[in-house]
């Protein structure tokens, strides 16, 4: 059973959520008002969150029908019959209960701007797949990744230090909100032709392969002209320049989604974008702090 609420949470994508409070937690820290607590409950909340984002979505997708025997990809919980429909709903309140136990803390600390944030995160979350209209099923997924993901996650996590949100947290947002789009991008160019069949209107569904495969580039892409374009305006020191020792991991992964269209090379892509946000979100920190300590 522990394996199976495992795999429901999808710990391969998890890093989405990881990645935006480290380089807040760099920003936090280069401004010298980094502390310990308000660090470690943030990422525990943003995790749990992202979990939660991940069980509605799977007990979503089993109902309207869109992980079926053909999807490619890993094991879907609910529509293979391993964990019920009202297990799932279990799970969904555990993991936002876990997030809102965090909030309150946070709201005590850093003011009620967090409640709105956690209230708008969650609401949104269960707007993705559920409901009777959900957004990820007309083409909007990706709106809701790169501003939850991106900016929400990353700007958020930065204002619970001192309640304030610079612009290099805006920025470092873009980026994170690109790299967490373009995992998303990824699930769904693998799932081209099982959610086509379902109804569920991606933005890939949408746009076709070779749109989806563009878009993705784009992203993965964009992340790179923020952090240069940041450097040269001088928001993000000359220090982050460190990033770009990923590039090497950025573009096998975008040769890798034009060229292949079988199941293990694209839930290779998949991973593998999630491992380059953490490893962008990494060296962008370890740029700030140099920045700040060397």
Known sequence: MIRSWLLAARPATLWAS????????ALAAGDDVFAWPRFAVTLVAAMAIQIGV???????????GADTE?????????????ISARQMWIGIAVAFGVAAVGGIYLIAVAGPAIAVIGIASIIAALGYTNGPTPYGYRG?????????????????????????????????GVVMGLLATAILLANNVRDLETDSAAGKETLVVRVGRRGGVAIYSAAVGGAYAV??????????????????????????????????????????????????????AMLLSAGILADRFI
Do not use: C, H
């Open 227 to 280: 952090i240069l374009l940041a450097i040269i305006s001088g928001w993000m020191p000359v220090w982050t320049l460190l990033s770009l020792v990923t590039l090497p991991v950025a573009v096998p992964l975008i040769k890798t989604i034009r060229s292949e269209t079988a199941g293990p090379p694209l839930i290779a892509v998949l991973k593998g974008t999630a491992r380059l946000q953490l490893l962008v």
């Open 70 to 82: 053909e999807r490619i990809g890993p094991t879907r919980a609910v529509a293979s019959g391993l």
């Open 140 to 172: 909007l997924g990706e709106v809701f990744v790169f501003v939850f993901f991106g900016l929400v996650a990353t700007v958020g996590a930065r204002y619970v230090f001192d309640r304030t949100a610079p612009v290099e947290a805006w920025l470092a």
């Open 18 to 25: 990881v990645a935006p409070v480290f380089v807040a937690a």
């Open 54 to 64: 991940n069980f509605a979505n799977d007990v979503a997708d089993a109902a309207r």
